[in-house]
């Protein structure tokens, strides 16, 4: 059994680790993924959106290649996700044994959110998923470790502390480890001045962020408890819906059939199973789950949010399938090969529509609104368009049509992530957004660092039309003159699917300070 459980596994390493290779090597860039790559140009305590982890993560792969293809910018993600999915198998393979570890590993790597999301892309869920997981195992070894109980509560720490410098959400790690603790046999964890000690540890790794928001109007925060906020009584079902159908089609749909039938078996079945390990499996998941569900009746939200809330689940229902099936193993491995085989015809599919395009979900025929709602666009097309404007641009310094060192700026921290990535930094020019701070995002502090377009100097304003907004007038006003509007079609298929327009502003006239 432990032979066979392992052999299956390391099958399914390599074809899941294949598999994200060619997702990776097929698809531009994602909004998310090149708006993150502009962190890591200049590292900082924190970001407008995030802590810096995955300014690392970017700032790290400069050491692998320097010419930042999307797949070569993927690569340490590519690497994590692999070690991702060794981590979990790792996880079953302690509380129980390795046919458990094969079935959280078959589960996890069916999951759009582990496969993809924390998996393949430049995202803050890839570093935030390699940690979660480290302080799952920490948590579970802990719990059940006769000697040198406490030395894994400090590596918990440590991972939890690394977590909160990838997303925000890794609260809940400690939120897990307080559950428990209260309800301990008169409250004896909370009476260990480790547990306090280890707490303060994570609070140091996170200070960086502390420091940088108290620095920043605390920037992030407010961003986020923006996000969070209740302050709308109204409830807004279509936003439940949304979320709902958004955290089932994430961690694939067959997933959640087979989650929510294992909850079911272990509540009719609690006597079954180890009371502390369900424990902690189970607040480290659900609290969250339940939590964005509720904020997204009043609130919109994202799926994602909730994503690493199931790889506890993920656990939690592999322990239950070896429980209830015990040395049968066939039923198991079969709804784990349905689970994948789901999770292949989507890939399938996905990469299909985002190369070929045979589903138009929005014909439109307005120039400047072709391609406002097919969203496998964001995955497509930016390596034509860059082409196609490094072209113009080299042909107007030579005619002398725009002048020494023009700048890029455009309207939104999207399309500015792919702008950076695919224009601004192959060419070393600077890139700047015109727009409030809900608008600009990190490029508020990164228009700072900048500093000021110089006077006299030229710039290409830069929109497409999946969303599209000309200069507006403020920015009109900085200019002696505004040239013809260039367009240029991006295809797919021989058939133009969005419009990239490029407008020439000419001779600024005095130093723009870009946030004024």
């Not at 991702?84 to 959110?113: R, V």
């Not at 892309?121 to 890839?126: A, G, I, Q």
């Not at 303060?200 to 109007?217: E, G, M």
């Amino acid at each position: 059994m432990k032979e066979k459980a392992i052999k299956y596994f390391y099958i399914l390493l390599i074809v899941n680790t294949i598999i994200r290779f060619f997702i990776a090597f097929f698809t531009n860039l994602g909004i998310d993924e090149a708006y993150y790559f502009a962190y890591g140009l200049r590292l900082e305590w924190s970001y407008f959106d995030h802590p810096p982890m995955i300014a690392l993560l970017v700032r790290a792969s400069s050491f692998i290649s320097s010419n930042f293809s999307a797949i070569e910018l993927r690569a340490l993600p590519l690497i994590i996700g692999t070690l991702n999915l060794l981590l979990i198998f790792h996880i079953g393979k302690i509380i129980k044994d390795s046919m458990t570890g094969l079935y959280a590993a078959l589960l996890f790597s069916a999951s759009f959110y582990g496969s993809l999301i924390s998996g393949t892309f430049v995202l803050p869920d890839n570093p935030l998923t390699f940690f979660w997981l480290l302080s799952l195992l920490f948590g579970v070894k802990f719990f059940y470790a006769e000697k040198r109980r406490w030395q894994y509560l400090y590596f918990f720490a440590l991972a939890a502390g690394l977590a909160f410098l990838s997303k925000y959400s890794a609260l809940a790690l400690w939120f897990g480890i307080l559950c428990i603790a209260l309800k301990i046999k008169k409250l004896a964890l909370l009476k260990h001045a480790h547990l306090y000690l280890a707490g303060i540890l994570s609070l140091v790794l996170f200070l960086p962020v502390l420091v940088w928001n108290a620095n920043n109007d605390f920037a992030s925060f407010s961003f986020h408890g923006n996000r969070l906020s209740i302050s709308d009584i109204k409830l807004h079902f279509d936003y439940f819906a949304s979320e709902l159908a958004g955290q089932i089609f994430y961690n694939n749909p067959i997933n959640i059939v087979i989650m929510i039938s294992c909850l079911v078996y272990f509540f009719r079945h609690k006597n079954d199973f180890d009371k502390t390990l369900t424990q902690w499996l189970l607040f480290t998941g659900l609290p969250v789950i339940f939590a964005a569900l509720i904020i997204s009746l009043f609130n919109r939200t994202l799926p994602h949010w909730s994503g690493p809330a199931y790889l506890s689940l993920i656990i939690f229902s592999a322990l239950t399938l070896r429980t209830k099936f015990g040395d049968d193993s066939k039923k198991p491995i079969r709804l784990g090969i349905i689970s994948q085989a789901f999770f292949g015809l989507i890939i399938v599919l996905g990469l299909l529509q985002i190369n070929l395009g045979f589903i138009n979900p929005s014909p439109n025929n307005n120039e400047e609104k072709l391609g406002k709602n097919d969203i496998s666009l964001d995955m497509y097309g930016w390596q034509q368009a860059a082409q196609q404007t490094s072209e113009m641009i080299i042909s107007d310094q030579k005619s002398g049509t725009v002048g020494k060192d023009p700048v890029l700026i455009t309207h939104n921290w999207f399309p500015a992530g792919h702008i950076e990535f695919y224009l601004a930094n192959p060419l070393k020019m600077k890139l700047y957004v015109w727009g409030p701070p809900e608008k600009s995002h990190q490029y508020m502090h990164i228009n700072k660092w900048r500093g000021m377009i110089a006077q006299n100097s030229d710039a290409y304003y830069i929109t497409t039309s999946r969303y599209f907004a000309a200069p507006d007038q403020n920015l009109l006003d900085h200019y002696n003159s505004l040239g013809d509007r260039t367009i240029i079609p991006i295809t797919r298929n021989n058939k133009t699917v969005y419009n990239v327009f490029i407008y020439r502003l000419k001779d600024a006239k005095s130093a723009i300070s870009i946030n004024d």
